[in-house]
């Protein structure tokens, strides 16, 4: 499996790229739509956009596309709740890669950086806050961490129809 894009969370006034995608959770226990693979860089066929306000995990921006072919938003997926939807639904660990990279692993979010931001959640309240120190990179000085990817993807004709 390729390296996957991020997902981003807004904390404490910063952009952040997280490795973990707290929708999937939301998915497993619901009939929630599905996505379509955007590329090899995303499987999961959306990206989100996060945010922690009042220390609740909110999901505040949602794009792909549906299994159907829609254009996926908030308003799609949680219809009712088009600018936020609370993620109740979250229990689990929020991994933040900061500093240098360490090792490249192709693969999922595999690749390790010098310290890990652990957000811990607990149906979407944020419990605990924790940095784990994973090594220090021998290479050259810079801000480092997991980055905030820009993607644009393609989308296929339905059949019959000629591409663009």
Not at 5 to 15: I, K, P, V
Not at 39 to 59: K, P, V
Not at 92 to 116: F, N, T, W
Request: charge should be negative; proline fraction near 5%; include cysteine.
């Amino acid at each position: 499996m390729t390296a996957q894009l991020s997902e981003t969370l807004n904390y404490q006034g910063r952009q952040l790229a997280m490795c973990t995608t707290p929708l999937s959770q939301f998915q497993a226990i619901t009939d929630s739509p599905s996505f379509q693979p955007g590329s090899t860089a995303l499987w999961r066929g959306y990206r989100g956009c996060w945010e922690i306000i009042d220390d609740r995990l909110y999901l505040v921006k949602l794009n792909g596309t549906l299994s159907s072919g829609e254009q996926a938003t908030l308003a799609t997926v949680f219809p009712g709740f088009p600018e936020r939807v609370f993620a109740h639904w979250y229990t689990g660990v929020i991994r933040i890669p900061q500093g240098q990279l360490l090792e490249y692993v192709h693969a999922g979010y595999g690749s390790r950086y010098e310290q890990d931001l652990l957000l811990e959640f607990a149906h979407g309240v944020l419990m605990n806050s924790q940095v784990r120190h994973n090594g220090t990179s021998s290479g050259a000085s810079d801000s480092g961490g997991y980055t905030i990817a820009a993607m644009t993807t393609l989308a296929t004709a339905p059949e019959g129809e000629d591409k663009p």
